[in-house]
């Protein structure tokens, strides 16, 4: 009952996770439309979008909702705008995000990447994720787990990119706050100018239909 009329494949559906239907600018679009509908104030909004941009300058993939929920539960803003917002953090985005915190990190901690970009996220990323399938086999096996890696990847990048995270991500969050609260606010006031105009017009029609009769 619930399933798609056309199947997607395994390829369309990694080439949507990089490029959605319609494009990027279309989905945008959806996200900012979706944000004006949302239910409470400007400020409460604003202040969901201040947490959902600030989180995706955090290295915690795979947990930014739930990340951007939190402080947005904490800023009493609104959660729904929070998770929105982490639309910010994209296939064509996490890089140069990337960059940015590390490289803020390692300014702030007074130390440097020890080697280039690709090799400081993705090799690191991929022989952290090795040392965690090991160690994970090793629970069932005779192997000794090993922690070299993890402790690399912890040192020269996770612990850097979550401190170097905080700078442009208040940058960021501050922006997006400053940009949202009179966008939403201007919109909220001509959806209601034009729901009491129609309010109105109904008024108007049901009265004259006693007066003809």
Same mark, same amino acid.
């Given at each position: ?42 400020? $409460?909004?604003?202040?969901? @979008? ?44 996490? @890089?140069?995000?990337? +960059?940015?915190?590390? $490289? ?42 090993? +922690? ?14 979550? @401190? ?6 208040? @940058? &960021?969050?501050?922006? &997006? ?10 919109? $909220? ?25």
């Amino acid at each position: 009952m619930f399933k798609r009329r056309d199947s997607r494949s395994i390829l369309r559906l990694v080439t949507e996770v990089f490029w959605p239907r319609g494009g990027w600018v279309r989905a945008a679009q959806y996200v900012k439309h979706r944000m004006r509908r949302l239910p409470g104030t400007p400020e $409460q909004i604003a202040r969901g @979008v201040f947490a959902g941009a600030f989180t995706v300058f955090t290295p915690f993939f795979g947990l930014h909702f739930v990340v951007a929920g939190i402080l947005a539960l904490l800023m009493r803003g609104s959660i729904l705008a929070a998770l929105l917002a982490t639309f910010l953090g994209n296939p064509l985005t996490y @890089v140069p995000i990337a +960059w940015i915190s590390l $490289q803020t990190g390692h300014w702030m901690l007074g130390t440097s990447m020890r080697s280039g970009l690709d090799e400081s996220i993705f090799s690191k990323f991929g022989a952290a994720a090795g040392d965690l399938w090991h160690n994970f086999i090793a629970i069932f096996t005779p192997e000794t787990a090993h +922690w070299d890696e993890l402790h690399r990847f912890y040192d020269d990048v996770f612990f850097p990119w979550m @401190v170097g995270a905080i700078l442009p991500g208040l @940058v &960021c969050g501050v922006i &997006c706050y400053y940009l949202s609260v009179p966008v939403i606010h201007a919109y $909220q006031k001509r959806r209601s100018a034009r729901l009491r105009k129609k309010m109105e017009k109904l008024r108007a029609q049901a009265g004259a239909a006693p007066a003809k009769r």
